[in-house]
Structure formats: structure tokens, C-alpha cells
């Protein structure tokens, strides 16, 4: 047991080096050329393997008990896994992340212009929703749980642009009136959904 304890360090380090690659890739490409942007994200997953490469060449001064060529990898493997896990995770948050953002942006226009325009606001909005509920009709007939899934996915993503906006906009005095209109959407389509599940059963 003890000869495993040896390597817990090692692996928070591997997990927090993961997670400062992370930050530093997303600084390095938010400014310069795009050449110059991958390669200082080249650079930066570079720089994050060094620990890694130290931490061998400690082991090989005597630092780690080792007998054989497996006992040496030990210290890698506890770097590098965990290191590739915080990797891994960062990056699919950051894409869930990303996609929560797109999903927002016809809404973030739409917050825009019920400050400038409430008039237009209030068609583009419909407009929008219009569009939401055509996507479900389209699949209706064939299959009602396709259909299920549709409403589903669309009610995620309404949850989603609504928690965005709720983030991005929490002292705006628009803000209720924007979330009054995305509750009445998403419970409009909660009841679409139960509604034919009810009569599919």
C-alpha cells in the first residue's frame, strides 16, 4: 500500500498541470494569427509533459524504488493518466460549454432587442419559437417517440439558454420579463410532450 501512496502527489500534479494546460491553451488561442495560435497550443501540451519527463528522471536518480523496466513507468503512468483525464475533461465541458453558447445566440439577439426594439423583439421570438415547433411537427406522424425526443432535446436546450441568460444578464431589469417568456415556451412544450405521450399510451 505504501509503495502506491508514493504516487498520489504525482497524480494531483498530473491533475492540476492538466487543468493550467487548459487555461493557458484557451489565453494562447484568443490572441495572434491562427498559425501563431496552434503553435503556442503545441507548445503549451509540450510544456505540460515535462513534469512528467522530470519526474522519470528523478525516479532514475534513486528517488523510486524500481527493479524493472514496469516499476520505472510507475511514475509516468501516475502523471500521465490523471493528467490526461483533466485534459479530457476540461475539454468536454469546455465543448458542452461552446455548445450551450451557440444555442444562446438567436436569444442573446433577441435579449438585445428588447431593449432597443420590444416590437421586433416580440416577432423575433415568435419567429424563433415558430421554428422550434415546426422542427416537432415535422417528425410527428411518422414517430411519436421521435417526436418525444425532439421536444427533449428542445427542452434542454431551452433550459440551457435560459440558465446562460439568468448568468449573463442577472441585474438586468429585462431579465424577467426574458425568462417569463422562455418558462411559458418550455412549459408550453412540457405539455405538448406529456400530452402525446398520453395519447400514444
Given at each position: 500500500m505504501s509503495h502506491f501512496v508514493q504516487y498520489i502527489p504525482i497524480g494531483v500534479l498530473g491533475v492540476c498541470c492538466g487543468f493550467l494546460v487548459h487555461r493557458l491553451s484557451l489565453f494562447a488561442l484568443a490572441r495572434g494569427s491562427l498559425k501563431r495560435r496552434h503553435v503556442?497550443?503545441?507548445?503549451?501540451?509540450?510544456?505540460?509533459?515535462?513534469?512528467?519527463?522530470?519526474?522519470?528522471?528523478?525516479?532514475?536518480s534513486g528517488d523510486f524504488p524500481s527493479s524493472n523496466l514496469l516499476t520505472m513507468l510507475w511514475p509516468m503512468a501516475a502523471y500521465i493518466l490523471p493528467y490526461a483525464a483533466a485534459r479530457i475533461g476540461t475539454q468536454v465541458v469546455s465543448a458542452r460549454r461552446g455548445h450551450r453558447r451557440e444555442n444562446a445566440l438567436p436569444f442573446e439577439?433577441?435579449?438585445?432587442?428588447?431593449?432597443?426594439?420590444?416590437?421586433?423583439?416580440?416577432?423575433?421570438?415568435?419567429?424563433?419559437?415558430?421554428?422550434?415547433?415546426?422542427?416537432r411537427r415535422r417528425v410527428r406522424q411518422p414517430n411519436i417517440g421521435q417526436v418525444h425526443a425532439v421536444s427533449t432535446e428542445q427542452l434542454v436546450e431551452l433550459r440551457g439558454?435560459?440558465?446562460?441568460?439568468?448568468?449573463?444578464?442577472?441585474?438586468?431589469?429585462?431579465?424577467?420579463?426574458?425568462?417569463?417568456?422562455?418558462d411559458a415556451q418550455i412549459d408550453r412544450i412540457t405539455a405538448e410532450s406529456a400530452q402525446l405521450a398520453a395519447h400514444s399510451s
Open positions: 503556442a497550443s503545441y507548445f503549451i501540451e509540450g510544456v505540460g509533459a515535462v513534469p512528467g519527463i522530470l519526474i522519470v528522471i528523478q525516479r532514475d439577439h433577441w435579449f438585445a432587442l428588447l431593449r432597443s426594439d420590444p416590437e421586433a423583439a416580440g416577432a423575433y421570438i415568435t419567429n424563433l419559437f415558430k421554428h422550434l415547433e415546426s422542427q439558454v435560459r440558465g446562460a441568460l439568468l448568468e449573463a444578464h442577472a441585474s438586468d431589469p429585462l431579465l424577467r420579463e426574458a425568462l417569463k417568456t422562455l
